[in-house]
């Protein structure tokens, strides 16, 4: 073999491997990229979990429950001023009744004014709150125990729908004599 002839096999070996290295880092480059937003992503998953706790216990379809736009609304602190009042001499359990009782029959309009303030932000009013509850065919509910400690209340509630049956957990508070609702957060058990 000639000097020359070696000597362009040698060259195209040697651009051969820069271009395989190249194609490596940039391989690298992208994987690193999209870790990067997977970790994002998680962190955003985390931070609105921490917000509404045992959100992705269980999974509900795209949105159940959720806002039309963005998930969950940040929580709200309770303020007895704004906060979403149980009738007058009506139980947490028979608020939960008439609401899940309204959903079934299509009173949209009363179960959105029944919600917590940032779960009626976070559908942003009652037409929206309607076309999105009414898609998930809500055919039945179970309600769970009450754990009452003091001044609040928590209780699970079971939706049945053709998907699948999606659990919610209802936190009331008691201010004086009138029970509030606290919050609504997706997870919990019925038995």
């Known amino acids: 073999m000639s000097d020359q002839t070696q000597s362009s ?8 491997l820069v271009v395989v290295a190249v ?14 937003k997977t970790a994002q992503l998680a962190q955003l998953s985390t931070s609105t979990a921490a917000q509404t706790p045992a959100a992705t216990t269980p999974q509900a379809p795209a949105g159940m429950g ?7 609304a940040a929580a709200t602190p309770f303020d007895a001023k704004t906060a979403t009042k149980v009738p007058a001499g009506q139980t947490p359990e028979a608020f939960l009744k008439a609401y899940n009782e309204s959903v079934i029959a299509g009173k949209y309009e009363a179960a959105y004014n029944m919600l917590p303030l940032d779960k009626q932000k976070s559908y942003g009013d009652a037409n929206s709150y309607g076309s999105q509850i009414k898609g998930y065919g809500i055919t039945g509910y179970k309600l769970g125990k009450a754990a009452v400690n003091g001044d609040t209340a928590s209780i699970a509630t079971l939706q049945e729908n ?11 508070k008691k201010v004086g004599d009138t029970w ?12």
């Open 23 to 36: 194609l490596l880092a940039a391989l690298v480059g992208v994987l690193v990229y999209q870790q990067s």
């Open 9 to 16: 096999n040698q060259q195209t070996i040697v651009i051969a």
């Open 66 to 72: 959720a806002g039309a736009a963005t998930g969950d």
């Open 180 to 191: 509030f609702v606290e919050s609504r957060v997706m997870g919990g058990s019925v038995e």
């Open 162 to 172: 053709p998907s699948m049956p999606v659990t919610y957990t209802w936190n009331f």
